[in-house]
């Protein structure tokens, strides 16, 4: 199963696996996944790394080149991905969270994420 992990999910797989659920954690194990993350992701993180979040202190250069040693899969954001988030119910008004979910939508992957309000989102979301 095609695997796209939201951001949170990211940066705890690279930096912090013990906040990972049991269940993040067997999905992520699983050799039969194929994980994919988003530029969307890393954008974020140089964003909120810039503004000096804590929680983001992470290089997004060496983020990326992590993921791409580790197996992961850049999922690039195209056109029709933008355009899905148009037809997003407003229940979450985080640009990048929004554009996984579309994107998720878009190629029939499912978005792992650890965030209650995404998971409410109808499509192929689970909340781990």
């Known amino acids: ?34 994980l994919l993350f988003s530029p969307a992701s890393l954008w974020e993180v140089a964003i909120k790394s ?14 990326r080149r992590g993921l791409l040693e580790n197996g992961y899969v850049e999922l690039a954001i ?17 640009p990048f969270d ?4 579309a994107q998720a939508i878009v190629e029939g992957v499912r978005l792992l994420t650890a965030d209650a309000l995404v998971a409410r989102y109808p499509g192929p979301i689970s909340r781990v």
Do not use: Y
């Not at 199963?1 to 954690?25: F, I, N, V, Y």
């Not at 056109?79 to 407003?90: I, K, N, Y």
């Open 50 to 63: 810039t503004l000096g979040r804590p929680d983001f202190r992470v290089d997004p250069r060496l983020l």
């Open 98 to 101: 929004r554009i996984l979910i």
């Open 1 to 34: 199963m095609k695997l796209l992990l939201d951001t949170q999910l990211l940066l705890w797989a690279a930096g912090r696996p013990e906040l990972l659920s049991p269940q993040a954690c067997a999905a992520i194990d699983n050799l039969q996944n194929e």
């Open 78 to 94: 195209a056109g029709p991905h933008a355009v899905a988030v148009t037809a997003l119910p407003p229940i979450h008004q985080d």
